[in-house]
C-alpha cells in the first residue's frame, strides 16, 4: 500500500507563489506517473499537472507558464511549484500516484492540502 502526504499549502496574496510537496512511503516515483489535482468548492476535481515515470509533463492550460511539477526519486518527493497565483487557483491540491499494467490501474491519493489565494 503505497501512501501519498502532501504540504506546502496556505494563504497566500494573488500574484503570491506557493510550492507543494508530496512525498511516498515507497521508492514509487521512477515506476508511476505523479499527477496534481485540485477540487474547489462546488466544482468537480481537476487534473493540474502530471509528471510521468519517464520524466515527462504535462499542464493544465489554465496553470500553462505559471506551474512546474517535478520530482525528486531520491527522495521519494514529488513539488509543485505555484507562481502568479491566482483567486480561481483556490482548492484543495491533492497528491496522485497510479500505473498500470498487466493487473489492471492502481491509484493512490493523498489526503490533499489546502490552498487559498485572496488579499
Known amino acids: 500500500q503505497v501512501q501519498l502526504v502532501e504540504s506546502g499549502g496556505g494563504l497566500v496574496q494573488p500574484g503570491g507563489s506557493l510550492r507543494l510537496s508530496c512525498v511516498s512511503s515507497?521508492?514509487?516515483?521512477?515506476?508511476?506517473?505523479m499527477g496534481w489535482y485540485r477540487q474547489a468548492p462546488g466544482k468537480q476535481r481537476e487534473l493540474v499537472a502530471v509528471i510521468i515515470s519517464g520524466g515527462g509533463t504535462n499542464y493544465a492550460d489554465s496553470v500553462k507558464g505559471r506551474f512546474a511539477i517535478s520530482k525528486d526519486n531520491d527522495k521519494n518527493t514529488v513539488y509543485l511549484q505555484m507562481n502568479s497565483l491566482k483567486p480561481e487557483d483556490t482548492a484543495v491540491y491533492y497528491c496522485?500516484?497510479?500505473?498500470?499494467?498487466?493487473?489492471?490501474?492502481?491509484?493512490?491519493w493523498g489526503q490533499g492540502t489546502q490552498v487559498t489565494v485572496s488579499s
Open positions: 515507497g521508492s514509487i516515483l521512477s515506476i508511476y506517473d
Open positions: 496522485n500516484a497510479q500505473r498500470t499494467g498487466i493487473g489492471g490501474t492502481r491509484s493512490y
